[in-house]
């Protein structure tokens, strides 16, 4: 793994949201209420898709497939679900509509990177979270990073921008602080760089 990206990685996993949600914890249960008659290999697998087969659901997530992480607009998984159930592509077919909270939590999920296993995630999940949570900061967004100044202590705060050789952060309680990057820790100064775009 490159350097900078097992370091942002750590930074992030330090700060990433404390109800990420889990698909084996958090969703399956729901899919397995609603959509084990025709998706699951103790039933029926219909449509080559099999909802407890983690193998599977891999091949189902990603950029352009059914499940696209950090886009829960974009994915047809969610599409299918939210559908009237007139429509042809509604799912569960000949099932019970999904309840709103249901499908906001499987949105919020795909949102959060669709994260298999949040206790043992992948080098692919991870990098994932990653980019979702860079792509979310430099969009302005309230994601919180770990930084660590050169002397080893730590804070979290939220990117604000780059100012020269320093970087803007906000704390939760909403202080900012413009810090030198000399004054951060070699990784820290490198994370302010990439979520600056440099």
Not at 162 to 181: C, H, S, T, W, Y
Request: charged share 30%; hydrophobic share 40%.
């Amino acid at each position: 793994m490159h350097p900078l990206r097992s370091t942002a990685t750590a930074a992030l996993l330090l700060c990433g949201p404390a109800s990420a949600l889990d698909y084996q914890k958090d969703i399956l249960p729901i899919l397995k209420e609603r959509c084990w008659n025709c998706h699951s290999q103790e039933k029926e697998v219909k449509g080559g898709l099999a909802l407890d087969d983690l193998e599977e659901m891999k091949s189902q997530i990603g950029e352009i497939s059914l499940i696209r992480p950090g886009d829960p607009e974009k994915s047809d998984f969610l599409a299918r679900l939210k559908l009237d159930d007139k429509e042809d592509d509604f799912m569960p077919k000949n099932g019970k509509a999904l309840r709103p909270s249901e499908i906001s939590k499987i949105g919020q999920w795909i949102k959060d990177g669709a994260i298999l296993d949040a206790t043992n995630p992948t080098e692919a999940e991870l990098a994932r979270i990653e980019d979702i949570k860079l792509k979310n900061a430099r969009a302005g967004g309230e994601e919180y990073f770990s930084w660590t100044s050169a002397e080893g202590k730590a804070i979290e705060a939220r990117f604000a921008g780059l100012q020269g050789d320093a970087v803007k952060i906000v704390m939760r309680n909403r202080r900012e602080f413009v810090v030198p990057l000399s004054k951060l820790s070699p990784e820290s100064a490198a994370l302010a760089k990439k979520l600056g775009g440099e």
